[in-house]
């Protein structure tokens, strides 16, 4: 079992930056794929940013080049760096362990025009 815990998320302006951190504990393992999700008001949940444990990366093509997602082994933590954002980009962002299917509560990012 893994359990996991957003933070970092707030309000920033338009252009501006963020960096979403999800904190391990549990069954943590260095193979362990974890991803980054958004959910929008009254949509489905989306598939942001992928990370393997082979160091492979994936993005969702609304975020290439703005987002990057990284992670410390040395302190089990997973985080998503989010620059030039977009009011597009305000959402809910909800950190998954995809080994073990774990989700995070969630934290609010709204980007402000």
């Known amino acids: 079992q893994v359990h996991l815990v957003e933070s970092g998320g707030g309000l920033v302006q338009t252009g501006g930056s963020l960096r979403l951190s999800c904190t391990i504990s549990?069954?943590?393992?260095?193979?362990?794929?974890m991803a980054w999700y958004r959910q929008h008001p009254g949509k489905e949940r989306e598939e942001v940013a992928v990370?393997?444990?082979?160091?492979?990366?994936n993005y969702a093509d609304s975020v290439k080049g703005r987002f990057t997602i990284a992670r410390n082994t040395s302190v089990d933590i997973v985080y998503l760096q989010m620059n030039d954002l977009k009011s597009d980009d305000t959402a809910v962002y909800y950190c998954?362990?995809?080994?073990?299917?774990?989700w995070g509560q969630g934290t609010q990012v709204t980007v402000s025009s």
């Open positions: 998954h362990d995809k080994i073990f299917g774990s």
């Open positions: 990370l393997t444990s082979a160091g492979t990366t």
């Open positions: 549990g069954s943590v393992f260095s193979f362990n794929t």
